[in-house]
Each structure stands twice: as C-alpha cells, then as structure tokens.
C-alpha cells in the first residue's frame, strides 16, 4: 500500500473530466496524470495543490497520507 | 503505442535507438580502433541525434515535459554518474595493475590509443545506463 494514495480518479470521473484536460489544467503531461491515479508516482505540493483546486475539492479529499505505507 | 508516449519517452527512444546503432558496430565490429574512428563516431552521433530529435519535435504536438520528467532525469543522471565513476575506478585500478606487471608501457602510442578507446567506451556505457534508466523508471510509471 503506497504512502500517498489519491481520489483522483474518482473524482475526475464525478466531473466528467478526461486525463488529458486534467493535465493541460494543471501543466503536466497526460502520463503523469496516469502515474499519480495508479498511486505511482506523488506529486510535488504545488501540483498536489493544483489538482485539488482543478478538482474542486480540498487537498485532504483528494490525498490521503498513510503512515504505514510504502514509500 | 507510440501514441501513448510521451514527448520526454520518444526522445529517450530515438537516444537509445541512436546510440547503440553509432555505438554498436563501432565497438563490435571494429577490431583496429583509431583516433580518426573515434572521431567519426562523434560527429555520427551527434548528426543522428539531431536528425532523430529534429524530426520527434516535429511530428509531436504536445512537447510539454513537467516534474515528473525531471525527476526521472535525475535518477538517470544519478544512474550515469554512478556507472561513469564505478568504470573509472575499475579502469584505473587495471591501468595500474598492468602498468604494475609491466604489460603496458604508458609512453607507447598503441598503449595510448587503448586506453583512449577504453575510456570512451566507458563514457559511452554511462550515457546508455542513463538513457536506459530513465526508460525503465517510465516503464514503471514512477
């Protein structure tokens, strides 16, 4: 279980947003957006940030922080 | 499949592509190494990049590269590093040991275009294990 897991996938579902849009939004390519929704890769703050507002939601809702999970 | 690659993965490709086409038949096919070969392989490989380069700018519309792409930049930089020093200290250490047994003569010219050739092989091996790392980190989606 990754250390930082995401609702993005979600989220962006719930808003009919396709990966691609998300990612010209938030300036990054559509493989990171693919990356961060399989919980592989964690997004720097700024970014992290960005998605949440994009997504409309607070950045707690959209990424959750486990202790216990792997790095 | 080329469609799902990002502009930052066709670049990698087309480097690795590149490089073990100038690389490959010059370290395996050639048997007398010299200084105009060495030579020739650097103007090649830097005439094959900047075709191939040229040519994935422009047929890619998207060329937007972010955090994710540098990040992995890095750990291939950090990779090549690792390997360019690992090589240098192995290579060192053999030109001591032959120098040591008295196999080489460091004022022969021979002696010389070997260790030339031997250095830039390493060189070489360091730009591939870049290249390819960040081409596995990809893979991985990190």
Redesign the interface.
């Known amino acids: 279980m990754p250390a930082i897991r995401n609702q993005i996938r979600e989220l962006r579902a719930l808003r009919e947003i396709t990966q691609q849009e998300l990612a010209d939004k938030i300036g990054v390519t559509r493989q990171t957006v693919i990356a961060m929704e399989q919980d592989k890769y964690s997004p720097s703050l700024e970014t992290a940030f960005k998605v949440a507002m994009v997504l409309g939601v607070s950045l707690e809702q959209c990424f959750q922080y486990d202790p216990r999970g792997k790095r | 499949m080329l469609k ?6 066709r670049t990698l490709y087309a480097s690795l592509a590149a490089e073990l086409v100038v690389y490959g038949p010059y370290f395996f096919l050639h048997q007398q190494n010299s200084v105009n070969n060495l030579a020739g392989v650097i103007v090649a490989i830097i005439l094959l990049q900047i075709i191939v380069q040229s040519v994935i700018a422009a047929v890619t519309r ?1 060329r ?6 540098r990040l992995i930049e890095l750990r291939g930089y950090r990779a090549g590093y690792l390997t360019l020093a690992s090589l240098m200290v192995l290579g060192l250490g053999m030109l001591w040991f032959h120098v040591a047994v008295g196999h080489h003569h460091l004022d022969s010219r021979m002696a010389g275009l070997h260790f030339l050739s031997v250095f830039f092989g390493m060189l070489i091996i360091a730009d591939i294990t870049k290249t390819a790392t960040q081409i596995v980190a ?1 893979w ?3």
């Open positions: 799902n690659l990002s502009y930052r993965e998207n937007v590269t972010d955090e994710r792409d990809y991985k989606a990190l």
